[in-house]
Each structure stands twice: as C-alpha cells, then as structure tokens.
C-alpha cells in the first residue's frame, strides 16, 4: 500500500471496510480510525504528498473523489456529496482545493 511507511495495512483495511456503504464517509472518523490523527508534521506531508497523485501540490476534487482508491485499488470512489463534505472542510482559503497545510490541519481537526 502507498501509505505503507506512514499507516500499518490492517489500520487502512479497518477504515475502508467501516466507509463501504455510498455516504458512509466521514474524513473526521476515517483520520481518527486510521490514526492518521496522531501523526507528525513530517508524516502528514509525506502523505499528503502520496495522495496528491497529480503532484499538482494541492489535492482537488477529482482527487478527493478517488481518496479511498488511492488507499486500495479496491475501495469504492467517494460520492458527489461526500466529495463535496471533504473538500468544502479542508479549503479553508475558498480556493477550491486543499494545499499541504489544509490537510495537516484537516486531518488534526
């Protein structure tokens, strides 16, 4: 898993297993569940930096959309209003994304 070095695998096939269910989402849980919470500065960069696949250096929709993909080829894509839910929480500037120190403070929320 891409996460590997940051979250053990049984913590990520926990969390994806409990957000299954189409609206079954929720970014606060999935960071508390994962404990991706409870990790550093550093290890909250070195992630962001991983599921910002584009490497554009801030996560956009279509990015957040496919945030559980990028966990596991297997997980489900997120719907329209969850999208929306995660996006509309980490952009705290309005600009339309989430840049590297919106996600730390997301994740830590």
Known sequence: MALSGILTEAEIVACLQSCQAADSFSYKNFFVKVGLNSKSKDQLTKAFRILNWDRSGFMEEDELKFFLQSLSARARALTDAE???FL?????????KIGVDEFQVLVKS
Do not use: N
């Not at 509309?88 to 339309?96: E, H, I, L, T, Y």
């Open 83 to 85: 999208t929306k839910a």
């Open 88 to 96: 509309a929480a980490g952009d705290s500037d309005g600009d339309g």
